[in-house]
Every structure is written in C-alpha cells, then in structure tokens.
C-alpha cells in the first residue's frame, strides 16, 4: 500500500477530486492506497488560527509561517515518510519522478499557497521541491493532485487494465493519434490502416504517428530514445514531411 497524505489549507479541494477520480476511489476500495488530507490550520499555535504572516524586507503578499506547517508534518509523518513540497522553484516533475513515487510506501505532499512558505521550512524538513513547470499557479493543490494522479497509475491494480500504462504518453514517445466511429466525420476520415484488420499495419501507424507527435511537440525526448535504424529512417521521414508542410 502506498499512503499519500497532503497538507493542504483547503481539504475540500483533495477530497472532492478524490470523490470524482474513479482510479483514485478503486485504489481505496481495494487497500492499494490511501489518501489523508490534513489542514495545517488546526496545528497553528496562533489564537485566530493564523498561518501566514508579512515578508520581511517587504514583498507582495503573505508567506506561509515556519510552526503551523513544520508541527503538522511532524505529527503526521515518520522515518519512512517522503516529504514533498509544491515550489516553483523546484524539479520539474516528469514521468520517471511520478514512477519513483509510486514506489514509496508513505508520501507526504505539502501544498504552497500564497507567496510560498517560509524558507526555513526547507531547512529543517528538507523536503523534496516539485513544480509542473515554468509557470505560476495560485495553489498547490493541484501539483499535489497531479503527482498522486500521475504516480498511482504504476500501482498495480489500480487502472482496469495495468498494462495499459505502457502505450500510455511518455513511454518515451508521445501518444498515437486515436480514432473512434463514425468512420468519416465532416470529410476526415479515420486512417485506412486502423480499419484494416491487419495488426502490422495497425503497429506501423502507431510508431509513425507516435514518433511524428514527437518529433513535432517535444523533440528534446528524441534524445532518450535508441532508434534502431529503420525507425530513425521513418523519424527522417517525417521530419521531411514537417518542414516541407511549413
């Protein structure tokens, strides 16, 4: 069992997307994880339950305080316990990180809210830094959301069908294009190859389509994959096809 629990100042958010996630709801059901949403509010030692306070040497905005989150986490966590906490300034969070995680037996995820936290927050708990990008968010809980999201998917048990996080995106190459019936819909119609019967050309359309979606979106993957030479001709093929489309 892989247990997630996530400090939040808004519980509602985590269990509301918990409620609506059915690989989330069949991964409790079963006992394969479980997931504690914890608001850091009730640790404030403050008699309004304050958790935030002004920056010193000025600055914009609230930064959350040392106490309310460093008791939470210690009240709830324990030698095992992988810290994480929500920062933009931390490692972009990918595919291998999300498999990493679903190998830990308890995780804990602390959601950034405001200006972020105070700094010495990281020095005690030196928690690992996760950000989904080069880009602001106005909370935390939604990294905290797509790390669970993503990591549980390497649980098995959890999705219908295991094996089906292997022709999932990133592995390492982006997703085929799908199709889905009616057959032709506003003149486009679905690849002569997917409604062949014939699983060869149903395999080779894939690959192609995978390797173009690639190459055209995120070609700084083309450096994690070994392509045997047919392949490298099919990717030479495409990126013709794409500089002659421009």
């Not at 830990?104 to 105070?118: H, L, Q, S, V």
């Not at 935390?140 to 048990?157: C, H, K, P, Q, T």
């Not at 997917?194 to 395999?203: N, R, V």
């Not at 359309?205 to 173009?212: E, I, P, T, V």
């Amino acid at each position: 069992m892989v247990c997630y629990k996530v400090l939040t100042l808004f519980p509602n958010l985590i269990n509301e997307y918990i409620n609506s996630n059915a690989p989330l709801k069949r991964g409790i059901e079963k006992g394969i994880i479980k997931i504690k949403v914890i608001n850091f509010r009730e640790y404030s030692d403050d008699k309004h339950k304050k958790v935030d306070d002004e920056i010193y040497g000025d600055g914009a905005g609230m930064l959350l305080k040392c106490q309310p989150i460093i008791d939470a986490v210690r009240g709830n966590s324990g030698p095992e316990t992988k810290i994480i906490i929500t920062d933009p300034r931390g490692k972009v969070f990918n595919n291998k990180i999300a498999k990493e995680l679903s190998k830990e037996k308890e995780i804990m995820i602390i959601c950034g809210r405001y200006e972020g936290f105070d700094e010495r927050i990281n020095m005690i708990l030196k928690p690992e830094r996760i950000s989904l990008g080069d880009f602001i968010l106005t909370n935390g809980e939604i990294v905290a959301l797509s790390i669970i999201d993503s990591s549980i998917r390497f649980i098995e048990g959890v999705l219908d069908s295991y094996e089906s996080t292997f022709e999932e995106s990133f592995n390492p190459l982006l997703e085929y294009d799908q199709y889905t019936r009616p057959r032709e819909y506003k003149g486009l119609k679905v690849p002569e190859a997917l409604i062949s019967g014939d699983h060869k050309k149903i395999k080779e359309f894939r690959l192609k389509s995978a390797l173009k979606n690639t190459i055209k979106n995120r070609p700084d993957l083309l450096k994690s994959l070994n392509l045997d030479i047919s392949n490298l001709k099919i990717a030479k093929e495409i990126i013709k096809e794409i500089y002659h489309d421009k």
